[in-house]
């Protein structure tokens, strides 16, 4: 495991919004943190990312014990976050913002054609299709940003990506684009992990799922010991789907 | 996907659209339909010397919109950058006649006062999260009542002179208020430093790693800040570059006229902003273009000297200045549009 908790928690005040709750990710898989809304998804992510502290329980890092002080002190031990209003300028050009904070430099300069070719090359690596990385990233569709902001992760360097609801916002197909970069991802040997509400999204690359409901842990799950229809059934409560199905039939 | 694919898809964005949302296109265009427009009516306009005549004004008023270009880029307004050009000017002069300074000295005091007053602005702007429009408002009425009030104190009149017998003037004058010849017709030299100040802009705004963080300041100073960007310091070093844009002008008008009005350079600054804004430059920040801006300060020379060339009364200018904003930031507008349109 790359990154593990135990038993960890975090409140806000008197709200305790995380109880408990024990994962883990390892190279070249990816786990799902799946839950409601307000089950602690977020929460749960900040903590790994460095946003938050916990106040219980353990972070391990590479099975070293540590607390994460700030993003920076994350991302230098190679955990990247994804958020979804992602850290990109709309205006600037694909290859500009893939480079940005961190551009190769020729002489004094900013080596303007090695971070054209590198961003067009990683970007095709993992399978990105962009029409041309000299337009602005406004221009992008979602799913295309999304894919962008995955490929500069795992470019500089990061060994987990996390990444907080990537597909919400997007259609069925845009979502489909982006599933397969993660999944690519995977492939390059990162740990990834995947924050969703949706098990159709997440059953079909995931490896292993976390339940969150109410901040506390339903289970850490491997794809051998749970069914799409167990995971979705789990999701949403089996006795509401029932009732829901009632209420349905009756209309 | 197929490389034709790719090829189709890029074809549909068009080389059109393309040049559309280069920012100087507006500018470019604008400039061109200024130059026919004076260039038919006047002989003189379009001689070697008109052409000398109208590019003196651009030249300086260039200077100073590709400095404010960058700091409009990067997201901030600077009013007080007018003002502070009589403010170098009046130190330049004062200090050379009134206490014997040496020019090149006094110029050297005059750029430690810029560079502290453009240090002060940033450090307000970005400890205090305030708009810039009003911290550099303060900065402006500030310096204005300085101007004045010590120029009054010190001379009992509202302007300081005699800058010609000062030690250095002849050598000074020759570097920032000289004239070349160029093909039997002189040139001012400020119109080199202008090219000079506009390639330079250019290169650090394209080619550098600076220029990468101006635009991403401008853009989004949260997303910049999250990827490592120095926001603050980008920011006061884009106000401190602003005030030596100021202090170089002000130090080739003092040099030239050998005297400085204690009012000079009050109302600049909106010059310097619209000449920016023509120059394809968001108010909002985040995209523009220095070259853009040295193009704007060419369509003011030509509008300012041209509406004298054919002897219409000067109050014309004001007229297409507003005209030439209006047009300016509705084109502006298209190309945020379309730049920033996100499809889903
Ligand atoms: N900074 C905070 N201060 C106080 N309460 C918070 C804070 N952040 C989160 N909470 C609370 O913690 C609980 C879990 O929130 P969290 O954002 O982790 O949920 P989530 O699973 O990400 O939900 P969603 O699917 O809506 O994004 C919520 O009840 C929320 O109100
Ligand atoms: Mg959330």
Known sequence: ??????????????????????MGVAAGQVTCVLGDNGAGKSTLIKILAGVHQHDSGTLLV?????????????????????YQDLAM?????????????????????????????????????????????????????????????????VYFGARVLILDEPTSALGVKQAGVVLRYIARARDRGL????????????????????????GTSLGEYA???????????????????????HELERE | MTATTADERLARVGLLRRLLIRPELGAVVGAV?????????????????????WLDPAATLGIMAVAIALLMIGGEFDLSAGVLTGTTGLILVTLATRYGLNVWLAMLVSLVVALGVGLLNGLIVTRTRLPS????????????GVNLGVTKALTGTVQVSGLRRAEGFEAARTVFAGTIQIGGTSFRVAILWWLLVTALATWVLMRSRVGNWIFAVGGSEPAARAVGVPAARTKIALFMTTAVAAWLVGSIMA????????????????????AAVIGGCLLTGGYGSAIGAAIGAVIFGMADKGIVFLGWDADWFKFFLGAMLLLATLANRLVRRYAEEVKH
């Open chain 1, 1 to 22: 495991m790359i990154l593990e908790t135990r038993g960890i928690g975090k409140s806000f005040g008197s709200v305790l919004a995380l109880r408990e709750v024990s």
């Open chain 1, 62 to 82: 590479d099975g070293a014990e540590v607390r994460l002080s700030s993003p920076r002190d994350a991302l230098d031990r190679g955990i990247a976050t994804v």
């Open chain 1, 89 to 153: 300028i709309p205006l600037m050009s694909v290859w500009r913002n893939f480079f940005l904070g961190s551009e190769p430099r020729k002489g004094l300069a900013f080596d303007v054609r090695t971070a054209r070719r590198v961003a067009g090359d990683e970007l095709r690596a993992m399978g990105i299709d962009i029409r041309d990385v000299d337009q602005p990233v406004g221009t992008l569709s979602g799913g295309e940003r999304q894919s962008v902001a995955i490929a500069r992760a």
């Open chain 1, 191 to 214: 740990g990834v992990v995947f924050i969703t509400h949706n098990p159709h999204h997440a059953y079909p690359v995931g490896d292993r799922f976390l339940l969150l409901n109410r």
């Open chain 1, 223 to 245: 794809k051998a010991d749970i069914t799409r229809e167990k995971l979705t059934s789990l999701m949403a409560g089996d006795a509401e789907l029932e009732e829901l199905a």
């Open chain 2, 33 to 53: 339909v200024v130059f026919t427009f004076f260039a038919t009516q006047s002989a003189v306009f379009r001689s070697p010397e008109g052409i000398a005549n």
């Open chain 2, 133 to 144: 429009f009003i911290v550099t408002l303060g900065t402006f009425l500030m310096l204005q």
């Open chain 2, 255 to 274: 040099l030239r006229y050998t005297s400085v009005q204690a009012n000079i350079g009050i109302g600049q600054e909106f010059i310097y902003i619209i």
